[in-house]
Structure formats: C-alpha cells, structure tokens
C-alpha cells in the first residue's frame, strides 16, 4: 500500500537548554567521531577492550555508520570489531515456529504477541558463547585503545547489557519501514540480509510488540539515543539530553507528519490544497495518530524526526491518567481527511468507499487481542454536489440475501443491486455522523470528510471488515491507475460484527446534531449529540479573533482547524508553549496542557474540531 509523507509546517520548535541543543552531533562522521571519543575515553580509564551496544529498530541501516567508524578508527588509532547481533538468533525455522500461533490461518487479521520479548528469539547457547568471549576481552588489558561494536536488534539484550560500557539506541519511523518492508528490502529477526518473503503480519502482530518492549528497555538502559532516520545523516544525543527533549515537548501541543494515500475511491481536492509529489489521488490523508512522526526543533538547526510514540514515556502527562490506565501504552486516536473532490460529476461505484464496519473492543480482544475497538465519526468539512455517505441499512432490506450475494461475491462478482441494501444520506457541511462498531458504512464522495476515530493498534493494523468494494480494480501506483486487483473482502467476520442497523434507528441515533455549550463575544462551543457505546465527543469552537479552550490537566485533545487560514494554540500559565497550525491541520494537545488561548493570525473566522475521551 503506497503511502506520501508531507512534512510542511510540522516543525515543532521547543525550548531546550543550551547544554541539551548544543549536545546533538549531526552526521555520520560526526557521530562516528563521537562514538570514537566515547570509546577513548572509556579506554583510558580500564585500559580494556571497550564493549559497545548498537540497538536499534527494524529499518536502521548500520553499514554507513560502522563503515565511518572504522575507516575513521584506523586514522585515531583505535581498533575496531565489528559483531552483528543477526547471529544470536535461533534458526529461521525455530522463529516461524514461534510466531504461527500468532499469524494464525486468517490471512487477514493475526493475533497479538501480548507478552513477547526478543530474547523468545535469541539462541541460548550463541548468546552464552559471545558472552564469554566478550568477557575475556574485557578482563584482557590492551596496549592500544579498541572496542568491540555489537549492533543490530538484540545486541542490547539482558542477556549480554549487563557487558556493556557504553549502549546506544538507533531509532526509525514507521513509514520507511513500511516503504522497506512493501518493497522486500526488511532485514528482520535472525537474517543477515532482507527476506522479500517476510510477512506483513509479523511486523505488525509479532515483530513491532518484540522491538516496542525491547525499545522500552532500550530507553531506560541506553547512554545515547541516535535519530538514524537517513543513515547518511544521524543524529546522536546523550541520553539526559534525549530526556529532556522529550520532557519537554511533551508539555507543548504536537504537530505531526502527515501520509497521503491513495485508493479505490481516491479523489483529487488535494491537488487544491498541497503540493505532494507522486501522489495520483488521495483516498486520504492522516493527520494525527500513534504511527504518525515528528519532527523537533531544539534551535540547532538539526531536526530531529522520531515516532511521535516517544511521548508515552510520559504517559499521564500525553494522553492522561484515564487513558493511561485503561489502555496502557495505547494513544486511542486517529484524525483523517477523506478526499472526495471530482471535476466531473462519477459514479457511486467510483466516488464510494468499500461498505464496510468495523469491530467492538470486546471483539478484537477475543479474537485478535488487541485492547481497543474501533469507533468512528465522519464530519462533513466541505460538501459538493451530490455529498453523500452511506450508513445502515434500508428499513426493507432482506439482510439474508444481502449477506448471500456479498458472500457468492467476494468483490469478484458485481451486485448489481446492492442500492437496494444501504441508505444514502445526502450530507451538508458541518454534519456528524456516528459511526459505532458493526454499522455499515462508507463514504459516498463528493465531500471532503473529517474522519476521528479511535485507533485499535499502535502498531497501525487496520481493523475494517470490507463486505462489498463494488468488484471494482483497486489503484496501482506504480502505473497510476486502477488496474490493481480488487480488494479482498473480510466477510466472515464483518457479518459476525453486524449489528444490521437500519434507517430509522440510524437517523434517531447516528445522525448527531450539535448543541451550544456556551456562548460570548469572543467565542462559541458546541457538542455533538452521543451515544453511550462511543467512547469519544466531537466538539467544535468558534471565534473571530480569540477562542479559549482547557484540557482541564486530565483529557488529551485532538484540534483540526476546518474553516480560517492560521490559528495559534497558546498556554496561558506558560506562553512559551505554544504551536502554531493551518487549515486541514491537526495538533495533538497534551492532557497536562491545561487553560489556552486559540488566537486567530489569518482572515475570516475560525472553527476549530476537537476529538477527546469522554471520561477523564
């Protein structure tokens, strides 16, 4: 799945100390360099071999790296060996022994690795072997300064870090990894070199939970963090530097990356609003969520990207204690925008989203232990001609024979009545429609939608259970066009999830209208109408200059500002933390956040959409 990312206006500038911004070294000599000296340093004082840990995540590239350190080595007079952790690894037959029960027979959905740990993977007896051969050099004295480099995923394990004299953390973002792994270019567990046959379901049951653990330990343990997003150019920081940075940024509001991709029913109102080349259409765009990264400014003219989930190492202060408790490590939100813009006027087969629903919490964690389901809201941010969407079904639908043809189909076969089955709503700007688990559903087109959500898995797996995608060819972008295969289906479990709501009860209950909150001359809120089974509330606030807002210190909101040019969210105890966002652009603002401002710096007037919990 083809996927853009597009970092305008996502800096997110914070204020650092002046040792913190002058502590990160930039570039692959320069880290290599720093490596050196550390290495040096800590010769000096043992007069050792020196045992260096390089752990890291799926998709650091190491060659670049080792290769500065060792041709710059030699010129410092310090001998370098390099070990890769690849070799501690039990057989490949062993480790896909481990990971069946977990990628089971389903071949779209796996199930979470709940208690993993890459040690599950590592081979006792090479483990011990490199043990005690480290151990030797380590007691041996040396005439000359060396040190022995170990790196790749493990090589910072509690079943050697207790031999390390210095131990780095390598870390990557989600979307190249994706490209890499898409691509058949993933090195993963106990390969020296990629496997093109990996499977997607072991990076995103198996593999992320082993790596997210092992990062956790990572953190606590390491003596430098290094952003190796372009292993041409690293950035490496001590570790009180890295705390502080995150410390710090966790008390500012968060922009993040966005993603562009594209898709059956991808549309072309992007084109209007931003410059994002090789994208061919935009099914949608995410604007916020956990697989999302970031990019920091400290003020040294290095920008430091890392995953926007290094927050939850300050989990109350990030989403709150609510969130935290209940769905430990789980930041519970994702923001879309869904394109739906054509020049000339297509059919529903072609402007639509697959029909589809999505599971409750109590079904994925029976059946794919993941903690929580999927809830989801559209809100009309633009309608054109002919918006429409989707949702429930006819009041004299025969559900039987609609599950019958969906089944016979399977996206193979055309159902050429399948209007006969699902309610059209015509849509207006400023609508809300509720979307909760096992309600059919799909975005109709011609509107450009505001999608919030809950997000199921931090690891970014897509729970929808498509039941018809009109047997249409899906979008291939190597050839920018729709002469992909059709979409598989997932029918079994979506109509085991339907909860088979009709028109009536649709329109009584899904339908949400918002109700003023408070009013003044400055500004106005609003909240839409709930249901008790959504977890969430959509709220908005209005204003011409100035709005204010509070996360009362306990609900981590998410804000995308749909009408106005410029907005600035500003604490009003701290002013210093502040972020500044566009149309169409999302800001996570932290459960610490407390009392803010909302100042408008562009023409018109301003709304603002807001995403929080409920409970608090």
């Given amino acids: 799945m083809p996927l853009y990312e597009y970092a305008h206006n996502a800096k997110n500038s914070i204020q650092v100390s002046e040792q913190t911004a002058a502590s990160v070294v930039s570039g692959g000599r320069e880290v290599a360099r720093s ?37 710059l080595g030699k010129s410092m007079k310090i001998g370098i060996e390099t070990v890769p952790a690849a070799g501690l690894f039990q057989p490949i037959d062993l480790i896909m022994r481990y990971k069946q029960p977990y990628l089971t027979e389903d071949p779209s959905f796996g199930i979470v690795c709940e208690d993993g740990v890459i040690e599950d993977l590592m081979d006792e007896e090479k483990c011990a072997v490199l043990r005690e051969s480290l151990s030797e050099r380590r007691k041996q004295q040396t005439a000359k300064c060396s040190g022995i480099l170990v790196f790749g995923y493990g090589s910072g394990s509690r079943k050697l870090d207790d031999l390390y004299d210095l131990y780095y953390y390598f870390d990557y973002t989600r979307q190249p990894l994706l490209w890499k792994m898409w691509d058949g270019k993933l090195v993963p567990f106990g390969f020296k070199s990629s496997n093109p046959d990996y499977n ?17 330990y990572a953190l606590q343990r390491m003596d430098y963090y290094v952003e190796c997003v372009n292993p041409e150019h690293p950035k490496c920081m001590p570790r009180q530097s890295y705390d502080e940075i995150i410390r710090t940024l966790v008390r500012y509001p968060v922009k993040e990356v966005k993603i562009f991709q594209p898709g059956n029913w991808g549309a072309y109102r992007y084109k209007d609003l931003w410059d994002v080349p090789g994208l061919g259409c935009n099914a949608w765009n995410e604007t916020a969520g956990p697989e999302l990264s970031i990019l920091v400014d400290i003020g040294n003219e290095e920008m430091i990207q890392m995953p926007v989930m290094n927050l939850m190492q300050y989990p109350e202060e990030f989403v709150g204690r609510y969130i935290h408790e209940t769905y430990p490590g789980v930041l519970p939100f994702d923001v879309w925008l869904n394109d739906g813009y054509f020049d000339t006027p297509q059919p529903a087969e072609r402007t639509s989203m697959p029909l589809h629903l999505h599971p409750s919490t109590d079904y994925v964690r029976r ?32 559900l039987e024979e609609w ?42 087109g011609n509107q450009l939608i505001l999608e919030m959500d809950t997000c199921t898995s931090n690891a970014g797996t897509e729970y929808s259970f498509f039941l018809y995608d009109f047997a249409r060819k899906s979008w291939e972008d190597s050839t920018q066009d729709m002469t992909g295969r059709p979409l598989k289906m997932h029918t079994e ?23 003023v909150r408070e009013w003044n001359r400055d500004y106005s809120t609003d909240q839409y109408d709930t249901v008790p089974e959504m977890p969430f509330h959509i709220e908005r606030i209005h204003f011409e200059k100035r709005g204010e807002n509070s996360t009362g210190g306990k609900y981590m909101q998410i804000l995308t500002l749909t009408a106005g040019e410029r907005v600035v969210l500003r604490s009003k105890e701290n002013p210093q933390y502040q972020s500044q966002i566009e149309k169409w652009q999302s800001v996570i603002v932290p459960a610490c956040f407390g009392d803010y401002e909302l100042i408008n710096e562009g023409a018109g007037s301003c709304t603002v959409v807001q995403l929080r919990w409920k409970k608090g």
């Fill in 403 to 444: 599950e019958k043809l969906c089944r016979e189909s399977e996206n193979q076969i055309p159902i050429e009545n399948w209007r006969d089955y699902v309610i059209r709503w015509d849509s207006s700007e400023g609508d809300l429609y509720l979307i909760p688990p096992g309600t059919v559903h799909g975005h109709g």
């Fill in 35 to 71: 490596i050196l000296d550390q290495i040096r340093e800590k010769y000096e004082s043992t007069k050792s071999t020196v045992l260096v840990a390089m752990e890291g995540w799926y998709g650091v590239e190491w060659a670049p790296l080792l290769n500065e350190v060792s041709a």
């Fill in 493 to 515: 479990h979506g109509f085991r999830m339907d909860r088979c709501r009709r028109g009536k009860w649709v329109k009584d209950h899904l339908l949400a209208k918002p109700r």
């Fill in 367 to 398: 059946n794919f232990k993941e903690p929580l389901g999927r809830y989801e809201t559209y809100y009309v941010a633009e309608a054109y001609q002919d918006a429409n969407t989707w949702l429930g079904y006819r009041e004299d639908a025969d």
């Fill in 200 to 216: 997607w379901k072991e990076y995103y049951y198996i593999d992320h939970y082993l790596l997210l653990r092992q990062k956790d």
